[in-house]
């Protein structure tokens, strides 16, 4: 976060490209766009009318018509009116239009930048937080938005403010503007200067701020931890040490805006006040007209308000810049997959699934110098189940990863029907595997929603067929709701082996040709995992199944079984060819699970 506030401080050219780049998403919309901005300028143009009209009336008022224009009083009340009718209805069409602008302008962009967020590798989310990709999708947008809707308009607006203000008091009172404008600026840039130290002493008291809310968040997240450790007075202290830290920033602040007043009235309504003085002298030597005085009043205000909001205007202009590069490097990188392949892969031919592994080596791109797998070679027919054992960092979970093609060997090569698994389009070859993980994540919709994940155009009849074959449908049939039942942020409202077979459904509703089951029954109790194994049989039935398994009591029935230690098949054999081995691994793995749980 840091380094983003720095880079926000000074405009460089890959923030102009940047922003240049973001401006093709409101090219669809760019007669809206300038016809905005010339609804905002013609506007902008009557409205620097007003302060001349008023100060002239004044001068009619007092039987000196300076300009010989010949208008009544009541003629500048017409005037006036119509001046605000014409606001009214510009600053209208101008809203109007800048809204349409930027929301659809910005919804094009939010559809364009999550298709390629979802469209990426698993080392791109590997590399990110997920909450800076919300961040880039939320936040920068957001952003981008009320430039887009807001800042650059009233950029545009303070620029014909400022031209026509200056040449217009230059006409009007060519002796005090060239006072004014040789001390007035003077003055409202080091106001600006000020206030910018200001905002940063202000933003440093908001971190801190928000450094005591993480403590308190924290501490109530995770207060079963709190009390088990009787740590309430360490998190006391720590929590008044943050306060104390506020307290200190906040002093400081106070300080600072205090000086900050005593320059506002000083210096600023100081500067002002002598014009205003330098002005009356005038009016009283005969030099000036009080209604040119009373409008030269205006449109100093006016002015000084125009060149005060630079900074903020400004400032905001960069963030916006900074935040399209952000958006830009995601755009701009390469995406695994094209979201309409997805759609196109459902109609695709299915697999026969048989699977091969020929001298297939790979390290993670983050430990290159850590070979997880050294030499696989394996061969599944089609319809044959086949098991991955091994302790933890064997290489088993990777086996599958390298299958779906979430990462690439580095030596040798996977084929699926005898043909490289690279040469198949990677949502083609996706759809046709299904995964049972052990920890099922549901999405927080229905139940249907869940199920239908794994087909979206399921008929009613198919969704039944898959809920009853995955041994759901009975426990669905118990919710008031049925299919219905809204199962919370992750599934939290189901057990684990309601889960489980939710994730099954889903499976059966894909219709895969490879089913792969990563420890899948290792989490339930032993009621849950009877019926989640018969719903798991029933969906490896004429499937390639790959199962991975801590629990060797669930894989006696696959064809082959493959031993895996560091990286390495050690073993291979059906569980009673393994279990006849004197010194194997898995006959020792084997006896102690079945002596612990004897």
């Not at 450094?211 to 929590?239: D, G, H, M, P």
């Not at 020929?358 to 319809?383: M, T, W």
């Not at 960092?393 to 029907?417: C, H, W």
Request: glycine share 8%; hydrophobic share 45%.
């Amino acid at each position: 976060m840091k380094e983003e506030n720095q880079n926000t401080k000074k405009l460089t050219k890959d923030k102009i490209a940047a922003g240049l780049y973001i401006f093709k998403y409101i090219k669809p919309y760019r007669w809206y766009f300038i016809t905005g901005m010339i609804a905002l300028v013609i506007g902008s143009l009557i409205f620097m009318v007003f302060p001349g009209a008023a100060g002239e009336m004044a001068n009619v008022a007092i039987g000196k018509d300076t300009y010989h224009l010949g208008l009544s009083i009541e003629d500048y009340g017409w005037l006036f009116l119509i001046i605000l009718i014409l606001q009214g209805v510009l600053s209208s069409v101008r809203t109007v239009f800048f809204s349409i602008v930027s929301e659809k302008g910005m919804a094009d962009l939010r559809k364009d930048l999550f298709d390629k967020i979802i469209t990426q590798s698993v080392g791109f989310y590997e590399e990110r937080r997920v909450g800076e990709l919300t961040s880039r999708i939320t936040t920068d947008v957001e952003q981008l938005q009320s430039v887009f809707s807001i800042t650059l308009a009233e950029l545009l607006r303070q620029v014909v403010v400022l031209i026509s203000g200056i040449g217009i008091i230059a006409y009007l009172t060519p002796g005090l503007s060239l006072l004014m404008l040789l001390t007035f600026p003077v003055i409202v840039v080091l106001a600006m200067v000020f206030g910018r130290y200001i905002r940063k002493l202000s933003k440093n008291r908001q971190d801190k701020l928000a450094e005591t809310n993480t403590i308190v968040e924290e501490c109530l997240q995770s207060f079963y931890v709190v009390k088990s450790y009787a740590n309430e007075w360490f998190e006391s202290r720590r929590y008044s040490k943050s306060i104390d830290g506020v307290v200190g920033v906040s002093l400081s602040f106070a300080k600072v805006r205090g000086l900050f007043f005593i320059f506002i009235i000083t210096v600023l309504f100081g500067g002002m006040f002598f014009i205003l003085w330098r002005g009356a002298i005038m009016v009283q030597h005969g030099e000036m007209e009080a209604g040119d005085l009373f409008s030269f009043i205006i449109y100093t205000a006016i002015l000084g308000g125009a060149i005060a909001s630079f900074g903020n205007l400004y400032t905001s202009v960069l963030q916006a810049l900074g935040a399209t590069e952000r958006i830009r490097e995601i755009l701009m990188s390469d995406a695994e997959v094209a979201v309409a392949d997805g759609e196109k892969a459902r109609n695709a031919e299915p697999f026969k699934g048989s699977i091969s592994y020929h001298e297939v080596a790979f390290a993670y791109p983050s430990r290159p110098d850590l070979p997880v797998l050294k030499g696989i070679n394996f061969q599944v027919e089609h319809g044959q189940k086949i098991a991955l054992v091994g302790q933890s960092g064997s290489g088993k979970s990777t086996i599958v990863q390298l299958l779906m093609r979430f990462y690439a060997p580095n030596e040798g090569k996977i084929t699926i029907d005898g043909k490289n698994i690279d040469e198949y389009n990677i949502s083609d070859l996706r759809h046709q595997i299904g995964i049972v993980p052990q920890d099922v994540i549901l999405f927080g919709g229905s139940i249907r929603e869940n199920i239908l994940y794994g087909k979206p155009s399921a008929s009613e009849e198919e969704l039944n067929t898959a809920a009853e074959q995955a041994n759901a449908l009975e426990f669905i049939r118990q919710f008031p709701e049925g299919f219905e039942t809204i199962v919370g942020e992750r599934g939290i409202k189901l057990s684990g082996g309601q889960r489980q077979r939710i994730a099954i459904a889903r499976a059966i509703l894909k219709n895969p040709s490879i089913l792969i089951l990563d420890e899948a029954t290792s989490s339930l109790d032993a009621e849950s995992e009877k019926i989640v194994q018969e719903a798991l049989n029933n969906l490896m039935r004429n499937r390639t199944s790959i199962i991975i398994a801590h629990r060797l009591a669930t894989i006696r029935e696959a064809d082959c079984i493959y031993v895996l230690e560091g990286g390495i098949i050690i073993e291979k054999g059906s569980h009673e060819e393994l279990s006849a081995l004197d010194d194997g691994l898995y006959r020792h793995l084997a006896r102690l699970q079945f002596e612990n749980n004897g």
